[in-house]
């Protein structure tokens, strides 16, 4: 038996979710979130491969810039999932 993708929707909430917590970490905690650089690239390799290659791709200066695209793609992939198009390649960013 096999298991259906997540929809987008549920892709979306979770990445949400993460990027909150990740925010949250880094101001309770600052001591335990490593420079900036480092952040960039755990954030960026955390990310879904539909999306992660993406953020790569656009080469962002600052982690808030990574996270911007990151969120713009995932709320791209969410209308794309209402439309039952699911988790296709993402362009233009």
């Not at 420079?35 to 955390?46: A, L, Q, T």
Request: net charge negative.
């Amino acid at each position: 038996m096999t298991q259906a993708a997540p929809s987008g929707k549920l892709v979306a909430d979770v990445f949400t979710c993460m990027l909150w917590k990740h925010k949250e970490l880094a101001t309770l905690c600052p001591t335990m979130v490593p420079d900036s650089e480092k952040m960039m690239e755990v954030f960026i390799g955390g990310l879904p491969q539909s999306i992660e290659g993406n953020v790569t791709a656009s080469k962002p200066q600052t982690l808030e810039e990574a996270i911007n695209i990151a969120q713009r793609l995932m709320d791209q992939v969410r209308r794309m999932g209402s439309n039952g198009a699911g988790l296709g390649l993402l362009v233009g960013f």
